[in-house]
């Protein structure tokens, strides 16, 4: 499985970027997929999931900003990142994983695909 994100760049607080993701692998509509983001000096945070059913998932930092989405035709996950402010900068991760429980969505650990990252800057 490979990950490949894009969408990432310099964006003014306030403003909107599209993350996508697309997923080289056969049968990506069983896989769970979801967006994790990492600042410098921090932890790996959770943003985002979506699993086979198309429910989502968010962090408490980001709900009602941002918005997961998945077109399984197109092998491709996305995130419409609204109302963007200073403290979503981050290089943000694409993941995916054909197991993991809803309880575990969360978790990077749990995780077995990553992509390579796509960085986000959010100016003041």
């Known amino acids: 499985v490979q990950l490949q994100a894009s969408g990432g760049g310099l964006v003014q607080a306030g403003g909107s970027l599209r993350l996508s993701c697309e997923a080289s692998?056969?049968?990506?509509?069983?896989?769970?997929m979801s967006w994790f983001r990492q600042a410098p000096g921090k932890e790996r945070e959770f943003v985002a999931a979506?699993?086979?059913?198309?429910?989502?998932f968010y962090g408490d930092s980001v709900k009602g900003r941002f918005t997961i989405s998945r077109d399984n035709a197109q092998n491709m996950v996305n995130l419409q990142m609204n109302s963007l402010k200073p403290e979503d900068t981050a290089v943000y991760y694409c993941?995916?994983?054909?197991?993991?429980?809803?309880?575990?969505?969360?978790?990077?650990?749990?995780?077995?695909?990553w992509g390579q990252g796509t960085l986000v800057t959010v100016s003041s």
């Open positions: 692998v056969d049968s990506f509509s069983g896989y769970v």
């Open positions: 993941a995916a994983d054909r197991k993991i429980i809803v309880s575990s969505y969360s978790r990077p650990d749990q995780y077995d695909y």
């Open positions: 979506i699993n086979r059913g198309r429910y989502s």
